[in-house]
């Protein structure tokens, strides 16, 4: 599928390698490497539990230095990828946070998901060889860099990396059918699974799970969870007076799980 290049291996063999040079000069223009180079960081990497990419996973390769060849950095607001790029890369965030955007049809934007640390972006590009949403940085963020050439050919080589691989993709697939369940469920619900969702993934990332940063503003919740910026607000205005969380302006802490819990499986009418 790749066009292929020879590179002798440590007992001198001969290791067929992806040959795509617009790929690396495209990528190699956006990275920077903060240590020796991308494997180093990733052994040292706090996030390696919950990474797209685990090198504890993925230590039986001797190539494993070519999977990620550096990070890329992302300033608040900018897009690492706008719908209809190219695919060349996937990408797993390295800090920081992104939301997933789609254009519909009368000009408004969908978000479709939010993205956080250790999770991986740009799986949605690999159908149709470009990327079919925006992938926009809620704050300042980095992102390790995966050529896909790269990881198509270790996946292929290493057993590893390819079962590493369907589980990247297994997981998005959940992400996304939780999302779809999101819109069968009443406002109250929503808004409840979605707070309860963010404390598991932060606590997954050794974060608090009760005291977290909402980086996306009301009216990007209301797009995703399919409601209106005010009744995104009154809920949450209405939970705060309920004893289950607090809320000063981005800042939210859940005062009372079991109470979320319950909201988010059994809503009482309001």
């Known amino acids: 599928m790749f066009g292929t290049s020879e590179r002798a291996g440590k007992g001198g063999s001969a290791d067929k390698r992806p040959a795509s040079t617009a790929v690396r000069d495209e990528t190699a223009a956006h990275l920077r490497s903060p240590h020796a180079g991308a494997s180093s960081s990733c052994k040292t990497c ?21 999977l990620v060849l550096g990070y890329r950095q992302v300033k608040k607001g900018e897009a690492l990828f706008r719908v209809g790029d190219p695919f060349t890369n996937l990408y797993a965030i390295r800090t920081g946070s992104f939301k997933k955007v789609t254009l519909l049809a009368d000009g408004r934007e969908q978000v479709t998901g939010f993205h956080v640390s250790g999770e991986s972006l740009g799986t949605d590009g690999i159908a149709a060889a470009q990327y079919a ?6 704050e300042d963020s980095s992102v390790c860099v995966m050529p896909f050439d790269l990881l198509e050919w270790l996946s292929r080589e290493v057993d590893a990396v390819r079962h590493h691989v369907f589980r990247m993709l297994s997981a998005q697939l959940v992400r996304e059918s939780n999302s779809m369940m999101l819109l069968t469920m009443t406002a109250d619900e929503r808004v409840a699974a979605f707070l309860l969702d963010l404390s598991r993934r932060w606590q997954a990332r050794s974060y608090s799970p ?3 940063a909402l980086r996306m503003t009301r009216e990007e919740t ?10 995104v607000s009154r809920t949450l205005s209405r939970f705060q007076k309920q004893g289950l969380v607090q ?20 809503p009482s009418s309001s």
Request: hydrophobic share 45%; with cysteine; proline share 3%.
């Open 46 to 66: 706090s996030l390696r539990p919950v990474c797209a990419v685990n090198p504890d996973e993925l230590a039986c390769s001797q190539q494993m230095e070519d």
């Open 222 to 231: 209301g797009s995703f969870l399919g409601l209106k910026l005010e009744t």
């Open 247 to 266: 809320v000063r302006g981005k800042d939210v802490r859940i005062l009372d799980f079991a109470g979320l819990i319950e909201v988010a499986h059994h």
């Open 210 to 212: 009760s005291a977290f």
């Open 133 to 138: 949403s925006d992938a926009i940085a809620l």
